[in-house]
């Protein structure tokens, strides 16, 4: 099936840093989904965007729905160890209610 | 409040034999997604429902695997005849109605032998 194209694949940085990623499709969606995934674990919702152009923070994490509604983009200022994990993003298109999506941003922080 | 349960958490079945993983959404949730995911992937829509209404089994990727929600509240993915290519985490995910944010579950692991 589909999947949304994320970059990059992988990332180590230091404590402290900030942190860019992001999301790409060839198809519109309406709304932009981003989730963290700890091994063994579900996705965690993190921030939902529903507008061209949107950003919106959740603590230290930024977000923004691209303008053309075929990308997004998620930001950590200040990493901590606590953000090891996996970031997904995820879009719904249309009336659809089903997500599609990305294909992972593995993010290890050292201290 | 308690989030989405499922049920079991780890699953070894030999190929041939009928799995049944279950899913209890989030109190009052009207909908519920399952989602295939295999390793270092992403995970991958198998089939919605809006209440016991199953509205969308797009997803599904063989007649082998069935759900249902009887009663609108907890969902059963089953999968007949397990092959080793169904081995991945099959997650639930609830919102409280269409269109709104959905929160998943802890998955489970299937691991076909």
């Known amino acids: 099936g589909q999947q949304l194209n994320q970059s990059p694949q992988s990332m180590f940085i230091q404590e402290g840093e900030d942190v860019s990623m992001n999301c790409t499709s060839s198809s519109i969606f309406n709304t932009w989904l981003w989730y963290k995934q700890d091994p063994g674990e579900g996705p965690v919702l993190l921030i939902a965007?529903?507008?061209?152009?949107e950003l919106t923070s959740n603590g230290r994490l930024t977000a923004q729905f691209g303008i053309t509604r075929k990308d997004s983009f998620l930001n950590i200022s200040a990493s901590i160890p606590s953000d090891v994990g996996i970031y997904f993003c995820?879009?719904?298109?249309?009336?659809?209610?089903?997500?599609?999506f990305g294909t992972g941003t593995r993010l290890q922080v050292t201290l | 409040g308690a989030g989405v349960s499922q049920s079991p958490r780890y699953k070894v079945a030999k190929r041939g034999q009928d799995v049944a993983l279950r899913c209890d959404p989030i109190?009052?949730?009207?909908?519920l997604f399952w989602y295939q995911q295999a390793l270092g992937q992403g995970p991958e829509f198998l089939t919605y429902f809006q209440n016991e209404a199953q509205l969308d089994k797009s997803g599904l990727p063989s007649d082998r695997f069935f759900a249902e929600r009887p009663e609108g509240s907890v969902s059963t993915l089953k999968i007949q005849r397990t092959q080793q290519e169904d081995s991945a985490v099959y997650l639930c995910a609830s919102s409280l109605v269409r269109g709104d944010e959905q929160y998943f579950g802890p998955g489970t692991r299937l691991t076909v032998t």
């Open positions: 109190s009052g949730h009207v909908s």
């Open positions: 965007l529903y507008k061209a152009g």
């Open positions: 995820a879009g719904r298109a249309g009336t659809a209610s089903k997500l599609t």
